[in-house]
């Protein structure tokens, strides 16, 4: 838009943030420490962006009990498919361009751990029984091999006050069976969609 003042180089845009501090250049590794190890072990969660050739992008979350990305070797992890919606668009964009970037969280922890690589997907390997989560083994998984690594700090977290109990507010918003109602285009009742995505929905997380 003609009110837009946009940045246009990266000359640009250092002039207006400034150079970053010798430690925050120099913090990027490529092979796994033990303390990201531990990291990995404390985490339930993470978020794998991707990016297809043509430039579309995806964020995708992964979530299993702690420790369920599993070391391979110093620079190798890989991530555990669960049954989902099955549109894959992560898992499409690898297909055509393997570069992945993934943020892992700990609950409670304002830091995170960044991890960039090039990923493969797999169908079957010997490691595969290591991820076998209340008797459901993946059929697929995310081989990361790693080209970066670093702990991330931990502003975003604190200005957000993410962790804290007496900013949440989920009820803010119409429950997510009304959400899917009112957004998408839908044959089923609301009431389908609340039985749906109601108690019995935790009861479907490892089933295909």
Request: aromatic letters at 8%; proline letters at 7%.
């Amino acid at each position: 838009m003609a009110d837009y003042e946009e940045i246009g180089s990266a000359a640009e845009l250092r002039e207006l943030l400034g150079d970053p501090l010798p430690r925050v250049i120099d913090k990027d590794r490529s092979r796994l420490h033990a303390r990201d190890r531990e990291w990995l072990a404390q985490s339930p969660f993470c978020l794998i962006a991707t990016s297809a050739a043509d430039g579309t992008c995806d964020v995708s979350p992964k979530g299993d009990p702690p420790g369920f990305v599993h070391v391979l070797d110093d620079g190798t992890i890989a991530v555990p498919d669960r049954p989902g919606n099955r549109r894959a668009d992560g898992f499409l964009n690898i297909l055509t361009n393997p570069h992945v970037g993934l943020i892992h969280i700990i609950p409670g922890r304002t830091e995170t751990l960044r991890i960039n690589g090039r990923a493969r997907l797999v169908r079957e390997a010997p490691f595969f029984d290591a991820m076998t989560v209340k008797g459901h083994r993946p059929r697929l998984a995310l081989v990361v091999d790693i080209e970066q690594i670093f702990f991330h700090c931990a502003k975003a977290f604190m200005r957000s006050a993410l962790w804290k109990p007496e900013t949440w507010e989920p009820d803010a918003l119409p429950s997510h069976a009304r959400l899917v109602k009112e957004v998408q285009r839908i044959d089923q009742s609301l009431e389908e969609l609340e039985h749906y995505y109601g108690a019995a929905y935790a009861k479907k997380l490892y089933a295909g």
